[in-house]
């Protein structure tokens, strides 16, 4: 399986809602009912992909942090700016994903 992707479960949940509309002009119920599966899926994978995209923020911004406490312990200046630009990136990653 692969990861979640918001892209892929907005396409998945707005082919399942044409598909529900559809059905319901035709007066098919199971593509009415197929149209909702799709839908419900795509919420899903949305969903879960919120979910992976806060894990990583969380994971970049811990690292950053490490890494910029490290820089400054060490008086290295260039790890403490990647540590921190690290630290952004993974807060920006998890707001994105809330």
């Known amino acids: 399986m692969s990861e979640p992707s918001k892209t892929d479960a907005t396409l998945k949940y707005y082919g399942g809602a044409a598909k529900e509309t559809l059905g319901k002009v035709v007066g098919s119920e199971k593509m009415e009912a197929e149209g909702r599966e799709k839908k419900i899926e795509g ?7 919120k979910t992976a995209g806060k894990a990583e ?3 970049d911004e811990a690292a950053g942090g490490i890494k910029k406490s490290t ?11 990647e540590g921190k630009a690290t630290e952004l990136k993974g807060q920006a990653e998890r707001k994105a994903n809330e």
């Open 43 to 49: 919420n899903d994978e949305y969903d879960g992909a």
């Open 57 to 59: 923020g969380a994971k």
């Open 71 to 81: 820089g400054d312990t060490l008086g290295d200046t260039k790890m403490r700016v």
